[in-house]
């Protein structure tokens, strides 16, 4: 009897002990949150985290350079947020740049440039020549101070842009020129294909 009473206790003690660790383990094999900026090119064409960015600077959360090659890119289905009350510096979600395509798998992630500023707040900025297929993804842009645009194409040689699925949602101040705005495309810029809603 005692020897069982004893297995018993030993059995309890691990089961606790067991329980106890458990969240622990958990918690270390969890995915962490990027707190600098990323970017994305031809060796790297997954983020593999949410991209978190804070401050008082100028801020671009991530880059996407497609400088070598076509580019593949997919968000996995995580969320990039650049905030900064920078007054006179840009704030920028996501930037694409480089002269080659790009394909940008963004279902289920959110971009999100905010913070109030003079200088606008941009959930996308795509200033690459090449032409940039997006699919998904939910753009917001805030800055109850001054402008806020959705998605900037800036290129000065102009490139196509398509959305499939896309969101996009601009919160600006209303009395500021180019208060809130959805797509912003630069002269020679085309939106070739926009299946998705936009809220300005």
Avoid: C, W
Avoid at 114 to 123: H, I, L, P
């Amino acid at each position: 009897m005692k020897n069982s009473k004893a297995f018993y206790r030993s059995a309890l003690a691990t089961a606790i002990v067991m329980a106890l660790s458990a969240p622990a383990f958990a918690a270390d094999n969890a995915v962490s949150t990027a707190t600098t900026p990323v970017t994305l090119d031809k060796d790297k064409t997954t983020l593999e985290q949410d991209v978190v960015i804070s401050g008082t600077t100028q801020i671009t959360a991530a880059t996407i350079n497609a400088k070598d090659k076509d580019l593949n890119v997919t968000l996995g289905i995580h969320d990039i947020t650049a905030t900064s009350t920078v007054d006179q510096g840009f704030v920028e979600g996501v930037k694409v740049s480089g002269d080659k395509n790009v394909v940008i798998n963004a279902t289920g992630s959110t971009i999100t440039a905010q913070g109030e500023g003079t200088y606008v707040r941009t959930a996308m900025v795509i200033d690459s020549t090449g032409d940039v297929v997006v699919n998904g993804g939910n753009f917001v842009a805030k800055n109850e101070k001054s402008s806020a645009t959705g998605i900037s194409l800036e290129a000065t040689t102009g490139n196509n842009l398509t959305l499939n699925g896309t969101t996009i949602n601009a919160q600006g101040n209303k009395s500021s020129s180019n208060g809130s705005t959805a797509i912003f495309a630069q002269k020679g810029n085309l939106l070739q294909g926009f299946d998705g809603d936009a809220t300005d």
